[in-house]
T-cell receptor, first 115, second 114 residues
Framework: GDSVTQMEGPVTLSEEAFLTINCTYT??????LFWYVQYPGEGLQLLLK?????DKGSNKGFEATYRKETTSFHLEKGSVQVSDSAVYFC??????????????FGKGTLLTVNP | DTGVSQNPRHKITKRGQNVTFRCDPI?????LYWYRQTLGQGPEFLTY????????KSRLLSDRFSAERPKGSFSTLEIQRTEQGDSAMYLC????????????FGEGSWLTVV
C-alpha cells in the first residue's frame, strides 16, 4: 500500500538556522506530493506541492523537490523564524476509487524554533 | 472567510452518547473529505463525497459512524454510541475537481469522550 515516512522529531533550531525535514514515500501509482503545516490547535494548511518528478514546490521560503529516483520529497528552508514553529506533515495522493485523490500522511515532525 | 468551516470546534461527551459534526466546504468545491487525527499521528482518511454521493469509505469508518452530504453542499459526520477510542480531531477538507488533487482542510473538530 501507500505510505509516507518522515524523520522523527522533535526538531529544535535557533532562529535563522537551516531546516531540513526528510520525507520518503512508497506508492502504488504515480503520486502527487505535499507538505502541510499544522499550528497548535489548528487544522492543516497546505504549504507546498509537486505533481511530477523534478518539480520543485515552494512557498514562504520553504522548498521541496520531487525526487522519483530516491522516492523523496525533503522539506528545506534556508533561515527559519520563530513563527515557523509547528508540526509539518508530508503527504502523497494517488488516484483511487474513481476520482478520489485520497491523501496518505506521515506521522508529522514537530519543529520548535527558539529566538 | 471563505475557507472550510467546521463546528463545533470542541465537543466533550460522555461515553455512549451520540455526537454530530458539521462541515461547510469552500463554496464551489464539489469534493468533500473527512479525516481523523489522533495525538501524535497524521490524519487518516475516513470518507469521500463527490457532490452528494458518498463514493468511498475507509475500513476505519465503523457502523457507528455515518456521514451525509444531502444537497452536495455541507456535510455532517455522526458518531453513535461514542467510545473513548473515538476521541480525536475530525478534519473536513474539500477540493474542486478541475484543480485535481489539491485538498484544503478546515480547522477541525476536537472530540473528547469521557
Amino acid at each position: 500500500g501507500d505510505s509516507v515516512t518522515q524523520m522523527e522529531g522533535p526538531v529544535t533550531l535557533s532562529e535563522e538556522a537551516f531546516l531540513t525535514i526528510n520525507c520518503t514515500y512508497t506508492a502504488t501509482g504515480y503520486p502527487s506530493l505535499f507538505w502541510y503545516v499544522q499550528y497548535p490547535g489548528e487544522g492543516l494548511q497546505l504549504l507546498l506541492k509537486a505533481t511530477k518528478a523534478d518539480d520543485k514546490g515552494s512557498n514562504k521560503g520553504f522548498e521541496a523537490t520531487y525526487r522519483k529516483e530516491t522516492t523523496s520529497f525533503h522539506l528545506e528552508k534556508g533561515s527559519v523564524q520563530v513563527s515557523d514553529s509547528a508540526v509539518y506533515f508530508c503527504a502523497l495522493s494517488v488516484r483511487s476509487g474513481g476520482s478520489n485523490y485520497k491523501l496518505t500522511f506521515g506521522k508529522g515532525t514537530l519543529l520548535t524554533v527558539n529566538p | 472567510d471563505t475557507g472550510v468551516s467546521q463546528n463545533p470546534r470542541h465537543k466533550i461527551t460522555k461515553r455512549g452518547q451520540n455526537v454530530t459534526f458539521r462541515c461547510d466546504p469552500i463554496s464551489e468545491h464539489n469534493r468533500l473529505y473527512w479525516y481523523r487525527q489522533t495525538l501524535g499521528q497524521g490524519p487518516e482518511f475516513l470518507t469521500y463525497f463527490q457532490n452528494e454521493a458518498q463514493l468511498e469509505k475507509s475500513r476505519l469508518l465503523s457502523d457507528r459512524f455515518s456521514a451525509e452530504r444531502p444537497k452536495g453542499s455541507f456535510s455532517t459526520l455522526e458518531i453513535q454510541r461514542t467510545e473513548q477510542g473515538d476521541s480525536a480531531m475530525y478534519l473536513c477538507a474539500s477540493s474542486l475537481s478541475i484543480t485535481g488533487n489539491t485538498i484544503y482542510f478546515g480547522e477541525g473538530s476536537w472530540l473528547t469522550v469521557v
